[in-house]
């Protein structure tokens, strides 16, 4: 019986592996250009720009009225809204993606629903779809588009939770209800999928219910019976392409193949007038190579007026970014998680093939950087952006060990950029590393 249970599961096994062999290559392929975008504009807009009060989560944790809430649709005009200059913008950052809510946690959708009775065109003077012309807007510039959707809606009749402190039924008590709203989240992903087919779809507050009572594996399936390859993130509770750390940086490299960290320049992710505690752009750059250096994305935050405007600092800090990207092109796109810190003092990527190492300076250094450990001979050693060839020295190499020496690399005050200096260390060959602990010498 043993013997005939071990064989069935052998058997099984082998016709499993070219599923699972597909299903690795399917993943790979789907989510190539995420793995080499790495920077993407996230968008939070909505009515709480009104008031400039925190989205959704203000009237949820009972700082204010839901009706006081509610009452800013009678604000939002959308006035000055020009979504080709948003996206010119955006583009312009270097970033390679863009995400914006289609709908958040309060239920107010950017597009003309025709399933909710919640929407910018029918509760608010705008009286007009405003999603419509950002996503054909991101389409002509060829950027990849994505869809932020709150699976919670604490508006809808339907869902379980109003507050914090209040609820309309029990999920257990009433599925019938509960199925109603889980129909509703289906309708309206149906009618994102139709009219505007995003590239990726990112999720948000599946924290409040299972993922059998998502029913998250149906409404993945819906997605890609649409479009088989759109990338999906991972907070709808274990079932997406890809992990979201928010605001803080890992201080490890993800479990996850693929990340995102989703950061807000100042500390709101929707416009907050009297939020005016911005990073600086080198603070934000900062952050931004941190993620390279683990191989994963940022999604930087930006939070629009009411009237469609955006706050002065947010555009100065899109501009500076893309002046950095612009210039130092080669060390972000298509590169890969670089080496471990112990290396090097600094932060690190590789290119695909792992033959050239790239070395971001996020401090002046005293004339010279050093990398240990390296076991390739290095080629040369340019700086990113302006070509400029740079000389290198290894010291501490002996004939008779195979400990490497080190390496250290003159860099000129005149090379210097204002944010970050990126070197590119050409080798002659994929990277190699010492990971020993050095040898005593018996013998001199």
């Not at 002046?364 to 290095?378: A, C, H």
């Amino acid at each position: 019986m043993k013997q005939a249970f071990l064989s069935l599961f052998l058997s099984l096994a082998v016709v499993a592996q070219p599923f699972f062999a597909q299903s690795h290559q399917d993943s790979l392929r789907r989510m190539q250009w995420f793995e080499d975008a790495k920077l993407g504009i996230f968008i939070h807009w909505g009515i709480y720009a009104v008031g400039g009060v925190s989205e959704s989560w203000s009237f949820y944790n009972n700082y204010m009225p839901y009706s006081e809430y509610m009452a800013q649709c009678q604000g939002f005009t959308a006035l000055h809204y020009d979504p080709v200059a948003w996206v010119r913008l955006i583009k312009e950052s270097g970033a390679r993606y863009t995400v914006i809510t289609s709908k958040h946690h309060d239920g107010v959708a950017l597009w003309d629903t025709r399933v909710g009775n919640l929407s910018i065109p029918t509760n608010t003077p705008a009286k007009r779809d405003v999603l419509t012309p950002f996503c054909q807007a991101v389409r002509q510039a060829g950027l990849k588009l994505g869809l932020y959707y709150s699976l919670v809606d604490w508006s809808h009749n339907d869902y379980p939770n109003h507050t914090r402190t209040s609820t309309r039924y029990e999920l257990r008590t009433d599925s019938v209800r509960w199925l109603r709203f889980v129909d509703f989240n289906k309708a309206q992903l149906a009618e994102l999928s139709a009219r505007y087919n995003p590239d990726l779809y990112w999720f948000d507050g599946d924290w409040e219910q299972s993922a059998a009572d998502w029913h998250a594996e149906e409404v993945v399936n819906q997605l890609r019976a649409v479009k088989p390859d759109v990338v999906i993130n991972s907070r709808i509770r274990g079932y997406g392409d890809y992990g979201t750390p928010e605001q803080g940086v890992p201080t490890r490299h993800p479990k996850e193949r693929w990340w995102e960290l989703c950061m807000t320049m100042n500390d709101s992710w929707g416009y907050q007038p009297q939020d005016t505690n911005f990073k600086t752009p080198y603070m934000l750059l900062r952050t931004f190579v941190d993620c390279l250096s683990m191989g994963g994305n940022m999604l930087l935050d930006i939070g629009p007026r009411e009237d469609g405007t955006l706050p002065q600092e947010e555009v100065d800090i899109l501009k500076e970014f893309g002046r950095w990207t612009t210039k130092h092109a080669e060390a972000i796109y298509q590169t890969r998680a670089g080496i471990p810190a112990e290396f090097f003092q600094g932060y690190t990527t590789l290119s695909p093939d792992a033959t050239t190492l790239f070395l971001y300076l996020p401090y002046r250094p005293n004339g010279i950087v050093e990398v240990k450990g390296l076991m390739n001979n290095v080629n040369r050693v340019w700086v990113v952006g302006n070509g400029t060839m740079l000389p290198f020295k290894v010291y501490n190499k002996n004939y008779w060990s195979e400990v490497p020496g080190n390496l250290y690399i003159t860099v000129p005050e005149a090379v210097l950029d204002p944010q970050i200096t990126v070197l590119a260390v050409s080798l002659d060959g994929p990277v190699r590393l010492y990971a020993g602990e050095g040898n005593v010498i018996t013998s001199n």
